[in-house]
């Protein structure tokens, strides 16, 4: 955390408010940051709720116009506040800005660049091309206050795909922008959230909600061909995990959603991998 709130610090934009939520622990980690930083950091505890639930209260607790999120094991690059207030600042309509993430391993290798343009290929309302890959890292996002307060911050019922959620739910009624540089650290696989048998299923009941409320927004034959690639991409992972039986249900509704030669390709290389998977399991140890 100490890590985490130094690259605050060290911002060459100055953040004029820095706010910890301590999600139940017991470590003694108030001693730490008050002995540390005195009143430059505002500490709160709550008893664990969740990371969506610490989020939301960082968020109705601060006083500024703009909110930033940072976990404790990320980081920011020191002209993240800089470079994202200066596009928000120029662009008064957008809602939220993200940046490029370096993905990094727990040693702080690094593995790959989230490109941000990978997906959002130009600014302002960008829900039709995030549908189909929503993907957020909540450190690289900076958000005015008035989204917060329209959309209601993250889904605390989400134990998992909370982010996606969040990316999906502001980009369904604000205009989003990409500043096409890294600008955080983000250590990748730390949160064992993700490994959760349930992250399938919360992925998928997140999109499937997305693509009801898009629809007469995006046109049906696109929202059609992201819920099949959401389909596709979560039975595999059930299939990985030996749920066979939801993971061909995913694969067959994907199938009849969409025509897309490139994702029935994909589709049809299920079996095979699924009865890979099968014989390895029967092997003996």
């Not at 739910?169 to 349930?198: C, F, K, N, T, Y």
Request: hydrophobic letters at 45%; a neutral charge.
């Amino acid at each position: 955390m100490v890590r985490a709130i130094e690259t605050v610090l060290a911002q060459s934009r100055i953040v004029e408010e820095i706010i910890v939520i301590d999600d139940g622990s017991t470590d003694g980690t108030e001693q730490l940051l008050r002995t540390r930083y005195g009143d430059r950091v505002r500490y709160v505890w709550q008893a664990n709720a969740g990371v969506s639930a610490a989020r939301n209260h960082g968020m109705r607790l601060a006083r500024g116009r703009y909110f930033a999120l940072l976990d404790s094991d990320d980081e920011w690059l020191p002209e993240k506040t800089e470079k994202q207030l200066a596009w928000l600042e120029a662009h008064p309509e957008a809602g939220m800005v993200l940046c490029d993430v370096e993905r990094v391993d727990s040693e702080g290798r690094l593995i790959d660049v989230f490109r941000r343009r990978d997906v959002i290929r130009e600014d302002g309302q960008v829900l039709r091309w995030v549908i189909h890959n929503p993907a957020l890292a909540p450190a690289s996002a900076i958000l005015r206050r008035e989204v917060f307060e329209d959309i209601g911050g993250f889904d605390e019922s989400l134990r998992t795909a909370e982010d996606i959620d969040f990316h999906l739910r502001i980009a369904q009624r604000w205009p989003i922008g990409v500043v096409e540089q890294s600008l955080v650290r983000a250590m990748r696989g730390h949160d064992g959230l993700s490994a959760e048998a349930s992250t399938y299923d919360d992925y998928v009941r997140v999109v499937e909600r997305a693509v009801r409320a898009a629809r007469g927004q995006v046109a049906d034959a696109e929202l059609d061909r992201a819920l099949a690639g959401t389909y596709a991409r979560n039975a595999r992972g059930m299939l990985i995990r030996g749920r066979w039986r939801d993971g061909w249900r995913l694969a067959r509704d994907a199938w009849r959603l969409t025509p897309d030669p490139a994702l029935r390709r994909e589709l049809l290389r299920l079996a095979p991998f699924a009865a890979r998977r099968a014989i390895r399991g029967l092997l003996p140890g």
